[in-house]
Each structure stands twice: as structure tokens, then as C-alpha cells.
């Protein structure tokens, strides 16, 4: 489908209300064909500011269509080259690789890919890096020491840890940090680190639900990302006020380091526009955007520093694993055969 005629179809389905709810499939989204059209599966209020400042340095007007992450890298999928999408935003790269899987991303222009930081985008350049975060083990030095602290994050699976930890196995990030685990140690290492974890793992709705589950002595650890437990130190430390961080750095599966993507697609009718946003969200002023949110996830562009309550990017010595490489339905699979999901 040609720009001109998926600009023309997104005309006819904004004057259709009919189209519109088939399309939109009860989701409050109508597609403004005058407008760049922005996938996210980022956290909204980032995905917000960024559209926001673009529009206002640039005068191009954004629309925003919020989303989870495989389920919205599904959907594009699926809509293929009559997708809306004109740019994908992620939380976890596994979703963005759905869609560079199935050959719908344009490469990222050159001057884009060198703003961000060696190793945050893949080796297929298809997509870069716009936020990362790290994972973390939160626990609750009163329910634990230090010295019990595992060396690595293999070692949960052993049966010495049966109910002393929990993670929310059927959330987009914990599967992120599977799918660094099985790029990084394989797959026979990671099926027998999933048995360990159906059998003797707690198991959460969520991050936030885990890291409360911790502070409050329900587990004395568990694994998650660490921007929220830094978000809630920065607040009243309700959920977290009991605990500490552990990261396990050498380059363990551990201390996986998962990209926040972005990309543009290929059939997108505003190609020019789109390029420029994830210019404009890689650049300084636009990872200065980020690190003001508040949200707590790591500047990858360069010369941009994170919020200083962070410990270093460069310090965390996380796993090297190519982005292209993580696979969110091999690891759904895995999960599924393991009874997690």
C-alpha cells in the first residue's frame, strides 16, 4: 500500500464511524490521517512529553495510541501495511523485534543511531534504544542478610530458595529478562531455571505488586526492574521503605539490561516526520525529556546524564546480548511449557 492510499484509507475511517469501531476494535482511538501516528507501549506519560515537545519544536502534529508491549507488536503485525503506525515506542525491545521480524520496520537514519550509546541498538540497525532498565533483586534485610544474598540469579531456582523469592512471571518485563537469559545461556538453562521458578518462586501480578510483597515481609526478595523502587524512594517510600537493591552485576542474566525501542515503519506515509521524531527522541533535548519525567529509566543518548540517584549505566556489567536476538515468543513458549503462563 502506497503513503498516498494509506493516507487516504485512514481519511475514509476517520469519516466512518463504522470502519472506525471495526477497526479500532472498541479501543477510543480514531485515527487522525493529518497526524503522526505513535504506537507506544512506553509508559504514557513519557510517550506524552515527547510527542508533546516534538510538536511544539516542530509544529507536526502527534496522535498516540497506547498499548502492551507484544500484544501492540502483535496488532502491527497483524495490520501490516495498512497499519495507522508511523512509529513504534516500547517498553522492552522483544516487541520490537516482532515487528522487525516480520520486515515492517525502515532502517533508523545514521545521524539517529550515533547519538545513542555503543551497544543500544541492534546489530540489524532496524530499531535503537530510547530508555533502558536494569534488573534488580529487591530485599528485605529483615527477613535476610547481605551474606544470603544469591551470587547470581541462576541460583533461584535452586531448592534452598523454595518460597523465599517472587517476580510477576506473565508481565512483559519479567519476560523481557527471560528472553536476556535464554539469548544469553541458552535454551536448556533456561527451561530448568523455569521449573525452579513454577515450583519454588512466589508469584506476583506485577513489579510494583513484588517489590510491595518484599517491603512488607511476604517474601525477603524478589526480582524486578529497578526504576520502581527508585520512583517510590523518590516519593513517600511506602512501597519500598523496608528494602534495598541488589544488583549482580558479572555480567549475570541477572543484571540483564533491557532497551526501551523505537522504530519506524516501513509503510509509513509520513516516513520523513517519523525519522525525525525518533531523532528528536534519541537527541539530547529529547533524553532530557526523559530524565525529567521523573520515570527513572536510564538516558541511553549520548552526553545525557540520568537522574543522579541511579548508579551508572556503565557500572551495572550486564550480560552482552544482542537486541536482535531477544525473542518474546520463543520465551512465551518456554513459559507456557514451564506452567507459568
Known sequence: MTALSRRTVLAALAASPFLLSACSKGEDYTPDPEALQIYSSQHQNVTTAWAEAFTAKTGVRTQVRAGKDSSMGHQIVKEGASSPADVFLTENSPAMTIVERAGLLAPVAAATLAQVDAGMAPSSKAWTAIAARSTVLCWNPSAMTEADLPASMMDLADPSWKDRWGCAPG????????????????????????????????????????????????????????????????????????????????????????????????????????????????????????????SMEYAVGKGVSSDPALPPLDSLDNPPVDPSALNSDDVINLMTDAGLL
Open 171 to 294: 508481565g512483559a518485563d519479567f519476560q523481557a529478562i527471560i528472553a536476556g537469559m535464554l539469548a544469553n545461556r541458552g535454551a536448556a538453562q533456561t527451561e530448568a531455571w523455569l521449573k525452579g521458578l513454577q515450583s519454588g518462586a512466589k508469584v506476583f501480578q506485577n513489579n510494583i505488586a513484588t517489590m510491595k510483597a518484599v517491603n512488607a515481609g511476604e517474601v525477603p526478595a524478589g526480582i524486578m526492574y529497578h526504576y520502581y523502587w527508585y520512583r517510590d524512594q523518590a516519593g513517600d517510600k511506602s512501597g519500598s521503605g523496608n528494602t534495598l537493591l541488589h544488583y549482580f552485576g558479572n555480567q549475570d542474566p541477572g543484571a540483564f539490561v533491557s532497551l526501551s525501542a523505537g522504530g519506524v515503519l516501513a509503510d509509513s506515509a509520513m516516513t520523513a516526520q517519523a525519522q525525525e521524531f525518533l531523532a528528536y527522541v534519541t537527541s539530547p533535548e529529547g533524553q532530557e525529556v526523559l530524565v525529567t519525567s521523573k
